[in-house]
Each structure stands twice: as structure tokens, then as C-alpha cells.
């Protein structure tokens, strides 16, 4: 009881200090991929009680990987990320880089996943955000601090069944 107490108020001060911080989550991010990737996802893997995982696209610009981790909600045989970025005006680079390639890879429970990335409609968005915001609540803070609409994107896979 104690432990699951800790994790929610450790998710909600990180919440806070990342939102609308460009500085602090590309910074975190490196430290994050680096222990993630070199640990198999046993090191970071679970942040604050919440899934992560490793996003890896490929830049609109350089054709070059990007990897960015991010926190996943699982729905059935899909993931849901959110493009956040912590509640800023702007939408993240890596789903810049996806409205280029939807077809991108997934760093997962110590596995690398092919998959395609379909960006919720209003209507599933309008679905899905109750889950979202229940699953993590600082997604309503940070739609609430940005006019532009927070895009939800489902990932899918044949692959995600067997995680």
C-alpha cells in the first residue's frame, strides 16, 4: 500500500517538473535510453509504477534512427503512446518523424518490434482518453496547458500479442 502510494506521488513530481520542459526531457531521455537499452529494459523499464518503452523511428530530415523512450498504455493486442511533449505547444520530433514513416520499431521487454503506428481519430481519441488519463493523469494537465489537440497513436503488430 505504502510502495503503490510512493510510485503515484513520484509520477506526479516528475509529471510536474517535466511539463513544458524541453531542457530537463531531452536531457533525461539520453540518460534514460542509455540505461534501458544497455540493461534490456530491466533498468528503467518501469518508470514511477508506468510502462516504458523505447521508440525508434527514422528522422524526416537525416534518415537516421531516432530513439526516444516513452511511457505505453496496452489495450488488447495494441499500445498507446501519447505525443505529449509534456504539455508543450509544439508536437514531439518523434511524431514528426512518424507522420513521415508510420512503419517504426518498438525496444520492448528486452525485444525489438516492427510496427505500424495509426494516429487516433477524434472519435477514438474521445474512447480512449478516459483509460489514458485514469492510467496516467498528468495527460489531462498537459492537454489542458496547450491549444493543439494531444494526438493518441496505437501501435500494433504481430509481434505485440506474444509480449
Known amino acids: 500500500m505504502l510502495g503503490e502510494f510512493l510510485k503515484?506521488?513520484?509520477v506526479k513530481i516528475f509529471g510536474r517538473l517535466f511539463t513544458?520542459?524541453?531542457f530537463l526531457i531531452g536531457n533525461f531521455a539520453k540518460i534514460h535510453r542509455f540505461l534501458f537499452k544497455i540493461s534490456g529494459g530491466k533498468i528503467l523499464g518501469i518508470l514511477g509504477?508506468?510502462?516504458v518503452l523505447i521508440l525508434v523511428t527514422k528522422?524526416?530530415?537525416t534518415n537516421l534512427p531516432r530513439e526516444n523512450p516513452l511511457v505505453y498504455l496496452r489495450k488488447d493486442d495494441r499500445i498507446i503512446i501519447i505525443a505529449s511533449n509534456g504539455g508543450s505547444d509544439n508536437h514531439p520530433q518523434w511524431y514528426l518523424n512518424i507522420l513521415k514513416n508510420f512503419d517504426v520499431e518498438i525496444l520492448i521487454n528486452g525485444q525489438r518490434i516492427k510496427v505500424h503506428v495509426h494516429i487516433c481519430t477524434d472519435k477514438e481519441k474521445a474512447l480512449l482518453w478516459p483509460e489514458i488519463v485514469e492510467f496516467y493523469s498528468g495527460y489531462q494537465r498537459y492537454q489542458s496547458l496547450t491549444k493543439r489537440n494531444i494526438p493518441v497513436l496505437q501501435l500494433?503488430?504481430?509481434g505485440i500479442k506474444t509480449i
Open 8 to 10: 503515484k506521488k513520484l
Open 20 to 22: 513544458r520542459n524541453d
Open 49 to 51: 509504477g508506468l510502462p
Open 59 to 61: 528522422g524526416r530530415k
Open 156 to 158: 500494433t503488430s504481430e
